[in-house]
């Protein structure tokens, strides 16, 4: 039977990795991912779980580790956070490349400087062209459920290819949280055992990731692309299983929440989406026709998707919780990649870029707000008026009170 627990993120992988029986993990401590990895060496140590567990000496022989495993067959796993992730970075693009379908949960954590605990998308973005497959849970119990979908994904025989369970550190992965824990008769149904086509073997030799030729890179480059196109119509069929399977719905690629009769919405990914919507009934009570747009794909990116999505609205608020200094209109990775994908599209709407959340602090209500008062300004005008606003920095509005006059009369009856 399915199991109500109470517990972190980082609990709901662990349980999720335990479900999948996974054959080996590769750790390195670094916050705020470690707990994932204590949590599985404490169940090994128990009993409660059969794994083999290698200590990596730091990130690059981490991953390395889990890559030669996945090399020998094994269902492997790893994670890292904040410069534990770009320390690393030499080794995604073979993994990818070998077509290893190792997973990795990364804990998001701020870049030196100012590398503090706190969430920022920045780490996981800097490796977003090195194919692997990624996007962000919001709460404990996406966490669970995107790893297992990913392995499902990842490891199918037309994909093979690692993936990324990313999640907010601090918010998601030390706030303990409900979430169900499924049975182990669902997930044996849902995911299969990993079983490689090719592995190394001495009995039976391969060659994996060969120096080649400058003729055979090109065609190598091609698969990995093609393959990565793919993946899309895996994500739809999984979901729906995945559904089907659990009881659990989700949206293959963009959430929507409160968008029916909105004029304007935020388009962000992550925890953060918590704190939005409950800013948007606010922010509906005060007369703003505004929703929200939560992706849970970035990499392949839902392109298509939010192109069928957007054109409802006239004004898309695209919140960047991660930097990338120098990027068009003073934006970040998640605005410019929204811009791109519209880019082409008739009717799109206004595209406004927005920063905030950056080393680890809270988009607050008054924040929200804030941006809400600036996109309506935007909708009047009926052009952008900034090309890119880092809130509570170069905001150009008169603060938010008709909102927060409706949030306080509200409150008392909440």
Not at 23 to 45: F, G, N
Not at 164 to 176: E, K, N, S
């Amino acid at each position: 039977m399915p199991i109500k627990k109470k517990g972190t993120g980082l609990t709901a992988v662990a349980d999720a990795w335990q479900l999948a029986d996974i054959d080996v993990s590769a750790s390195y401590p670094i916050r705020p991912y470690t707990a994932v990895m204590a949590e599985l060496a404490k169940r090994i140590a128990n009993g409660t779980m059969q794994c083999e567990m290698v200590h990596g000496e730091g990130e690059h022989a981490q991953f390395s580790i889990a890559h030669g495993a996945s090399m020998a067959g094994a269902r492997a796993t790893t994670g890292s956070s904040g410069v534990g992730v770009t320390y690393a970075f030499e080794t995604y693009s073979p993994i990818a490349g070998s077509r290893c379908p190792i997973q990795a949960l990364v804990g998001d954590r701020t870049l030196d400087p100012p590398g503090d605990f706190g969430s920022e998308h920045t780490d996981c973005l800097t490796l977003r062209d090195n194919g692997w497959i990624f996007g962000w849970a919001q709460d404990a119990q996406e966490s669970l459920d995107n790893s297992l979908m990913y392995f499902r994904i990842g490891e199918d025989p037309d994909i093979m290819l690692p993936q990324i369970v990313a999640m907010d550190g601090y918010f998601v992965t030390h706030i303990a949280q409900d979430y169900i824990m499924p049975d182990q008769d669902q997930v044996d149904k849902f995911l299969p055992k990993f079983n490689p086509k090719f592995r190394l073997d001495v009995k039976n030799p391969v060659i994996m990731g060969p120096q080649i030729e400058p003729e055979m890179g090109p065609p190598l480059e091609w698969d990995r692309h093609v393959v990565m196109t793919k993946v899309k119509e895996k994500i739809v069929e999984v979901t729906e299983e995945f559904g089907k399977v659990f009881g659990r719905k989700y949206a293959p690629f963009v959430e929507e929440y409160l968008t029916e009769d909105a004029d304007m919405v935020f388009v962000l990914q992550g925890a953060h989406a918590v704190t939005c919507r409950s800013a948007i009934k606010y922010l509906r009570e005060a007369g703003f026709k505004i929703g929200l747009c939560r992706l849970r794909w970035f990499r392949p990116f839902p392109d298509t998707a939010l192109a069928q999505i957007l054109t409802k609205f006239k004004v898309a608020g695209v919140i960047d919780t991660g930097t990338s200094y120098g990027a068009p209109c003073s934006g970040g990775v998640l605005s410019t990649e929204v811009k791109a994908a519209m880019s082409e599209v008739a009717g799109k709407p206004i595209i406004q870029s927005f920063t905030s959340g950056l080393g680890g602090e809270t988009i607050t209500h008054e924040e929200f707000f804030a941006m809400a008062e600036m996109m309506k300004q935007t909708l009047q005008a009926g052009k952008i008026i900034q090309g890119g606003t880092w809130v509570n920095f170069n905001d150009y509005h008169e603060g938010a009170s008709q909102i927060n006059a409706a949030k306080h009369e509200a409150a008392p009856s909440k």
